[in-house]
């Protein structure tokens, strides 16, 4: 078959192929490339340039492969392209019957029969180069989303975890914070997000340590934990992930919850599950803070591990508001506020917008109704776990949950 013709066989071009090693050899040291990725493109550049033949399909799928290869050994596009370039001229300067020949005509046939042959297979040597990084990318996602889900959920084994998470540049022997960002109106830029946040991230805290990801709708960001205060740190990663990914759209409100560090591949799991709780709680709560932090909200985590419990807590001591003229609410709110003020009274009622004196009246029809007054220690403390739990349980806009 013709595609079979080798170079000095009948058909094929003059003299053997030993003179094509050299000029393999001197591109691919030139071009710093393996010089397997030429494989058989300059025997059939050399009959082109001699018989004028262009390469048949099988020769192209072979360059194609190549141009595979060469993704999968690291090699760029553009230094195997720079590879192909250069054996070609190399070729065309010390090619046997081109250079022994006075025809321009000749000449001329040999040098479009090469450009012909070059442009057809660096089509194809880039096309196998850009097929296998798709598919070495979308494989390197998929590592990288279940190793991801693994290290997030903290039920795979630890020592295998330890081991896929050095390719990603984890260490788990150290600390490490994981915050969330979730948009809070819906179809938010999240992938964008994740973009702009890992150049954030990584300028930050380097690229050492560090993993930016998407799950579940929201940017997933795993920083180091330093040798300052935690609580510092934390604060810090809140606000630099809330400035970056609120410059990415003026419409959007984006909210940022950060969990607190904690050692190894369960302390990465246990950060995230503190940053999800607190986003999950700054919504039950209806929290206007953008940046919440786990740390803050750990009353409300330990109240909602007994929601029986808690519920009780509600009915027996916030219950008796209910007889309040108007429902509870506004008792409810004042002691809300009361509390939040560090139980002072000119600072609860500059909050509520009303006067000290009506602030103090509340007080006292709380006590009034309940028995419970917040001058007394041991009542203040069942009284504010109670609104907060409250809180926590939307109550009373919904039903206390009656344990089944």
Same mark, same amino acid.
């Given at each position: 078959?013709?595609?079979?013709?080798?170079?000095?066989?009948?058909?094929?071009?003059?003299?053997?192929?030993?003179?094509?090693?050299?000029?393999?050899?001197?591109?691919?040291?030139?071009?710093?490339?393996?010089?397997?990725?030429?494989?058989?493109?300059?025997?059939? @550049?050399?009959?082109?340039?001699?018989?004028?033949?262009?390469?048949?399909?099988?020769?192209?799928?072979?360059?194609?492969?190549?141009?595979?290869?060469?993704?999968?050994?690291?090699?760029?596009?553009?230094?195997?392209?720079?590879?192909?370039?250069?054996?070609?001229?190399?070729?065309?300067?010390?090619?046997?019957?081109?250079?022994?020949?006075?025809?321009?005509?000749?000449?001329?046939?040999?040098?479009?029969?090469?450009?012909?042959?070059?442009?057809?297979?660096?089509?194809?040597?880039?096309?196998?180069?850009?097929?296998?990084?798709?598919?070495?990318?979308?494989?390197?996602?998929?590592?990288?989303?279940?190793?991801?889900?693994?290290?997030?959920?903290?039920?795979?084994?630890?020592?295998?975890?330890?081991?896929?998470?050095?390719?990603?540049?984890?260490?788990?022997?150290?600390?490490?914070?994981?915050?969330?960002?979730?948009?809070?109106?819906?179809?938010?830029?999240?992938?964008?997000?994740?973009?702009?946040?890992?150049?954030?991230?990584?300028?930050?805290?380097?690229?050492?340590?560090? @993993?930016?990801?998407?799950?579940?709708?929201?940017?997933?960001?795993?920083?180091?934990?330093?040798?300052?205060?935690?609580?510092?740190?934390?604060?810090?990663?809140?606000?630099?992930?809330?400035?970056?990914?609120?410059?990415?759209?003026?419409?959007?409100?984006? &909210?940022?919850?950060?969990?607190?560090?904690?050692?190894?591949?369960?302390?990465?799991?246990?950060?995230?599950?503190?940053?999800?709780?607190?986003?999950?709680?700054?919504?039950?709560?209806?929290?206007?803070?953008?940046?919440?932090?786990?740390?803050?909200?750990?009353?409300?985590? #330990?109240?909602?591990?007994?929601?029986?419990?808690?519920?009780?807590?509600?009915?027996?001591?916030?219950?008796? @508001?209910?007889?309040?003229?108007?429902?509870?609410?506004?008792?409810?709110?004042?002691?809300?506020?009361?509390?939040?003020?560090?139980?002072?009274?000119?600072?609860?009622? &500059?909050?509520?917008?009303?006067?000290?004196?009506? #602030?103090?009246?509340?007080?006292?029809?709380?006590?009034?109704?309940?028995?419970?007054?917040?001058?007394?220690?041991?009542?203040?403390?069942?009284?504010?776990?109670?609104?907060?739990?409250?809180? @926590?349980?939307?109550?009373?806009?919904?039903?206390?949950?009656?344990?089944?």
């Amino acid at each position: 078959m013709s595609g079979n013709r080798q170079v000095g066989e009948p058909g094929g071009p003059v003299g053997g192929a030993d003179w094509l090693a050299p000029v393999a050899a001197s591109a691919a040291a030139a071009c710093q490339a393996p010089v397997e990725l030429l494989g058989g493109y300059l025997p059939m @550049l050399a009959d082109a340039a001699v018989n004028g033949r262009r390469p048949d399909a099988w020769e192209l799928d072979a360059v194609r492969e190549l141009g595979r290869r060469a993704a999968g050994q690291g090699v760029g596009a553009r230094r195997a392209v720079d590879l192909y370039l250069s054996a070609s001229w190399r070729l065309w300067r010390t090619l046997p019957v081109v250079a022994r020949s006075d025809d321009p005509e000749k000449v001329r046939r040999a040098a479009e029969a090469v450009l012909r042959v070059l442009d057809d297979a660096v089509g194809v040597l880039v096309d196998g180069h850009q097929t296998q990084r798709r598919e070495m990318i979308r494989h390197e996602e998929a590592l990288r989303a279940e190793f991801v889900d693994d290290l997030l959920r903290g039920d795979a084994d630890v020592a295998r975890m330890v081991e896929r998470a050095e390719p990603f540049g984890i260490d788990l022997g150290k600390s490490h914070h994981v915050a969330l960002a979730a948009s809070r109106s819906p179809e938010g830029p999240v992938d964008r997000a994740a973009v702009v946040l890992e150049r954030a991230v990584v300028d930050r805290f380097g690229d050492r340590d560090v @993993l930016v990801a998407t799950k579940d709708g929201r940017v997933v960001v795993v920083v180091p934990a330093t040798p300052a205060p935690s609580a510092a740190r934390t604060g810090d990663l809140g606000s630099l992930i809330h400035a970056e990914v609120a410059r990415l759209d003026g419409t959007r409100r984006w &909210r940022v919850a950060a969990g607190r560090a904690f050692p190894g591949a369960y302390g990465v799991a246990r950060s995230y599950e503190e940053a999800r709780e607190a986003l999950v709680l700054a919504d039950r709560l209806d929290l206007d803070a953008d940046v919440v932090h786990a740390r803050d909200l750990l009353i409300y985590r #330990v109240l909602g591990r007994d929601q029986a419990a808690i519920a009780d807590l509600v009915h027996d001591v916030l219950g008796p @508001l209910q007889q309040s003229r108007g429902g509870p609410e506004v008792l409810l709110e004042t002691l809300l506020e009361y509390f939040d003020a560090g139980d002072v009274a000119t600072e609860a009622a &500059r909050r509520l917008h009303v006067s000290v004196r009506t #602030v103090t009246y509340r007080l006292a029809r709380v006590a009034q109704l309940t028995g419970y007054a917040v001058s007394r220690p041991d009542q203040r403390f069942s009284l504010h776990a109670a609104v907060l739990g409250a809180r @926590l349980l939307e109550w009373p806009t919904r039903d206390l949950p009656v344990d089944s």
